[in-house]
């Protein structure tokens, strides 16, 4: 889940970022397009590293992510499960195997929040590559999708790596791998030797070491009513997901993109956001998913319950109510 750059850089997140100008000349950034969205990376460059082998690096990284997880992709890895005859079994790449390790996790975890399977329901919803319409999707079109959904139906052998295409399962990635491509594209940093870097793939980041002069990355939250809740991304990510960005409207009906698997429904409750930090960004998206599916109550309690560091923003009247789980950094504001 996450933002469009435009949002990102109005909500705050690259405020603290960009270089002022007190900064060394070693703080960099860089930023191209990638996965339908832009990313940004700030970084301290000491030992002057060519840009342009940075930026080879971390694309090369993010197009191994597209190449694998991308349902917008035709020759991709998941385009070409999705598009398997039933009963045949995938061994799938490093990468995407991570993913759905983690995603099956959560998946056990939450009782079915999060379903990589969703794919038939984003689409009859209208949304993703395969969207089937604009309108409010018919009862028996609902049906069929549903039939089509559930992460156990994969038979995820997590030893092996390898996922089973039961015949008509339709992945859908969107919740998890834009955070795992900002995690790769982390890696990729690193083993270039670069120690100290924020990076930001549509409106995820994750900060690793600190600014130049010892400080660490600071992000404004998006969504916070206050517009002034700062944390510091210290070896640590953070992600949003909420109801803005993505939606759909059909004689007088609303609904946002995040889809509950478990009904089939689009979200219907007063959450607005809930933002998460986590160590790994991949973990942060997909908690975030995890708790917007499971809204203001039991999304709470899920957080608390499994020490889950969250932002919770709920539609309010006159004004958006924030409430934070007790991991969430006391700095950080509450």
């Known amino acids: 889940m996450g933002l469009s750059f435009s949002t990102w850089r109005a909500g705050g997140y690259a405020n603290a970022a960009v270089p002022r100008p007190a900064d060394p000349a070693t703080l960099q950034q860089l930023g191209g397009q990638t996965m339908g969205t832009t990313w940004s990376l700030r970084f301290d460059n000491p030992r002057m590293l060519p840009l342009a082998q ?42 995407f195997a991570t993913v759905m390790r983690c995603a099956f996790r959560w998946a056990a975890a939450s009782g079915g929040a999060i379903d990589p399977s969703v794919g038939p329901l984003v689409a009859c919803w209208g949304f993703g590559p395969e969207a089937e319409q604009a309108g409010l999707p018919g009862e028996a079109a609902l049906a069929e999708a549903r039939g089509r959904v ?40 690193r083993a270039l ?40 991304l210290a070896d640590m990510a953070i992600a949003t997901s909420g109801d803005r960005w993505h939606r759909r409207s059909h004689e007088g009906r609303h609904w946002s993109h995040t889809i509950d698997p478990r009904t089939g429904e689009p979200v219907a409750h007063p959450l607005a956001s809930v933002t998460v930090l986590h ?34 923003v709920s539609h ?12 969430w950094p006391a700095a950080a504001g509450t």
Not at 77 to 89: E, V, Y
Not at 157 to 171: M, N, V, W, Y
Not at 318 to 326: F, V
Request: aromatic share 6%; charged share 20%.
């Open 54 to 95: 940075v930026r080879a690096a971390l694309e090369s990284a993010l197009d191994r992510v597209i190449a694998q997880m991308s349902h917008w992709e035709p020759g991709s890895d998941i385009s070409g499960f999705n598009q398997a005859q039933a009963g045949a079994r995938h061994v799938l790449p490093a990468e």
């Open 279 to 312: 160590a790994e960004c991949m973990q942060a998206d997909a908690l975030a998913t995890v708790l917007t599916v499971l809204g203001p109550e039991e999304g709470f309690d899920f957080a608390q319950q499994h020490n889950v560091a969250a932002l919770f």
């Open 316 to 327: 309010g009247d006159p004004a958006p109510e924030a409430k934070t789980t007790r991991a």
């Open 150 to 189: 559930g992460w156990s139906r994969l038979a995820f052998d997590e030893a092996e790596g390898s996922l089973l295409q039961p015949g008509g399962a339709t992945l859908d990635l969107s919740g998890i791998a834009k955070g795992f491509a900002v995690d790769h594209g982390i890696d990729a940093l």
């Open 193 to 232: 030797g670069i120690a100290d870097a924020l990076l930001e793939v549509g409106g995820e980041l994750r900060g690793i070491g600190k600014r130049p002069g010892g400080q660490p990355w600071q992000v404004l939250v998006d969504g916070d009513p206050s517009g002034a809740r700062r944390v510091a």
